[in-house]
C-alpha cells in the first residue's frame, strides 16, 4: 500500500491570500471551480494501490469536515483530516502523526504541499524513485534565475539524480533547480525526523545545564517538535545517496497570492483539457452565451446569452450573469451578480458581491505585482457606471465613485 499525505497550513500562514482567506480556509479557495485541495487530492487517485490520503493542517475541524466527507465518498479512497493543535513546521507535522499514518504499514508516503499548483506526475515519481533506491525522491523544476530565490534552490548529479546539494530560499544564488514542495519517501523518513528532534533535544538539555537559565525551558522543548521538511532534513541529507530528484518539464506554480490563484486557476482549466473536459464548457451549446479558451461555469450559475466569456473564467455556485455582460481572465465566486454590459477583466470577485450596469472591474494582469490584478471581497457592491482599476476592496464595502490603483479597507 502506498499513502498520500497533503499539508494544508493554518488560518495564521494565509496572510498573504488576505483578503480571501478572511471568508474561507485558502485550501477551500477555489481554483477551476475546485477547491485548491482537490487538485491535489485528485492527482493522488492515480498512484497505484492507494490506500488513503491524510490532510494535515491545523484550521478548525469544522472548517475543513464538509469537504473532507463529501470528497471521501467521491473518490472511494478514504480521506482524513488530521488536526494539529499547533503548527509543528511540515517534517514536524508529518511526524505527529506518524503512527496513523503507518497504520496500515504502507510501502511509501507522498507528501504534497497543498499551495502548489502543477500536473503532479506521482505515478512516474513512484517508479523514478523505486529505481534510484533512496529514503526520498523530491519533485524538482527549473525556473528562471531570478526567481528561484523564493524556493529551495538544489543540485543533483545529472547522472544518477541523486540529490547533492540544498539550501532553502538562498540570499545568493545556488540554482535554477528548484524543490517543487512534492515528495516520496520510504517509513524511513521519519527515523530521519526523530533524528532532528533527538540531536536538538541534547543540544537544549545541554544548554540548559550550563546556563542554569530555566526560564525558556518550555519554549525550547516546545521549539524540539518544530521541523522543518526542507532546512531541517532537505539540506543535512544532500549527498549522503538517500536523497534523489524527479525533474518535471511540465507546469509548476506556487499559490501564495490571490494574483497567482487567478494565474493557476488558469492553468488547472487547460489541464482539464486533457484530464476532465466535462468540466469545461464548450462554446458550441445550444442558446448559451459565446464562450473563447477554458471556461468552467458551475451548473447553478444562470448565464445570459448574449454575454462573452472567456478564456480563463471560472463561474461558481448561482452566479448570475447578466445581458452583454464580458467577462475575461477572473474568478466569480458564489452568489455574484454582475449586471448588464458590465466588464470584468484580471479579477476576483468575492462571494455575493454585486456589480452594476456598465460598470467596469479590470487590472494590468501583472499576476505577481500586489494589484496587477482587482480583488473584490466578499459582499462588496459597485453601483452602475463605476471604474475599479487595480484594486482590492474589503468586504462588505460599495462603492459609487471610480477608483483605481487603491486598496479600500
Ligand atoms: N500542517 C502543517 N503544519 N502544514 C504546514 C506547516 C505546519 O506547521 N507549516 C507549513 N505547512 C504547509 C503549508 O501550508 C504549505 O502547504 C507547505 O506546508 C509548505 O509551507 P512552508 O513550510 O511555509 O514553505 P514554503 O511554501 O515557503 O516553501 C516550501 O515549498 C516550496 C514549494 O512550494 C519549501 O519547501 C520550498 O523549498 C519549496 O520550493
Not at 530528484?245 to 482549466?269: A, H, N, R, V
Not at 473584490?376 to 476592496?393: A, Y
Request: hydrophobic share 40%; charged share 20%; glycine share 8%.
Amino acid at each position: 500500500k502506498v499513502v498520500a499525505v497533503i499539508m494544508v497550513g493554518g488560518p495564521t500562514k494565509g496572510t498573504r491570500f488576505r483578503p480571501l482567506s478572511l471568508n474561507i480556509p485558502k485550501p477551500l479557495f477555489p481554483l477551476a471551480g475546485q477547491p485548491m485541495v482537490h487538485h491535489p487530492i485528485s492527482a493522488c487517485k492515480k498512484i497505484p494501490n492507494l490506500g488513503q490520503i491524510f490532510l494535515i493542517g491545523f484550521y478548525e475541524e469544522r472548517e475543513l469536515a464538509l469537504y473532507v466527507s463529501s470528497i471521501s465518498n467521491e473518490l472511494k479512497v478514504p480521506v482524513r483530516y488530521l488536526r494539529e493543535d499547533r503548527p509543528h513546521g511540515s517534517a514536524g507535522g508529518l511526524y505527529n502523526f506518524r503512527d496513523l499514518i503507518m497504520e496500515d504499514s504502507p510501502s511509501h508516503i507522498f507528501l504534497l504541499n497543498c499551495d502548489v499548483c502543477c500536473s503532479f506526475p506521482l505515478p512516474e515519481m513512484l517508479e523514478a524513485h523505486k529505481k534510484y533506491g533512496g529514503m526520498g525522491t523530491i519533485l524538482v523544476i527549473k525556473v528562471s534565475a531570478e526567481s528561484a530565490n523564493q524556493f529551495g534552490e538544489l543540485v543533483a548529479d545529472p547522472v544518477t539524480n541523486e540529490l547533492l546539494h540544498y539550501t532553502e530560499k538562498p540570499e545568493t544564488f545556488v540554482s535554477d533547480r528548484i524543490n517543487c514542495g512534492v515528495y516520496i519517501f520510504t517509513p524511513d523518513i521519519f527515523n530521519a525526523i526523530e533524528g532532528v528532534s533527538s540531536q536538538r533535544k541534547d543540544r537544549a538539555d545541554l544548554r540548559r545545564l550550563s546556563s542554569f537559565e530555566a526560564l525558556h525551558s518550555a519554549t525550547r522543548s516546545a521549539s524540539t517538535h518544530f521541523v522543518r521538511l526542507d532546512q531541517d532534513i532537505l539540506s543535512p541529507l544532500a549527498g549522503k545517496k538517500q536523497l534523489y530528484t524527479y525533474e518535471t518539464i511540465d507546469f509548476w506554480e506556487q499559490i501564495k497570492t490571490p494574483g497567482m490563484s487567478l494565474k493557476c486557476s488558469g492553468l488547472y482549466l487547460s489541464q482539464f483539457r486533457v484530464t476532465s473536459p466535462h468540466l469545461l464548457v464548450s462554446g458550441d451549446g445550444t442558446k448559451s452565451a459565446s464562450i473563447s479558451g477554458d471556461v468552467y461555469i458551475h451548473p447553478s450559475a444562470k448565464v445570459h446569452p448574449s454575454a462573452k466569456i472567456g478564456p480563463n473564467v471560472s463561474i461558481s455556485a448561482n452566479a448570475r450573469i447578466g445581458a452583454g455582460v464580458r467577462l475575461i481572465s477572473c474568478i466569480i465566486l458564489d452568489n455574484v451578480e454582475i449586471k448588464e454590459n458590465a466588464v470584468v477583466i484580471h479579477a476576483i470577485v468575492g462571494w455575493k458581491s454585486s456589480i452594476g450596469k456598465w460598470s467596469r472591474i479590470q487590472a494590468s494582469g501583472n499576476y505577481n505585482s500586489k494589484l496587477g490584478i482587482t480583488i473584490l471581497g466578499e459582499d462588496v457592491t459597485v453601483e452602475d457606471e463605476v471604474v475599479v482599476i487595480n484594486s482590492i476592496v474589503l468586504p462588505h464595502k460599495t462603492l459609487n465613485v471610480s477608483v483605481q490603483e487603491e486598496i479600500i479597507l
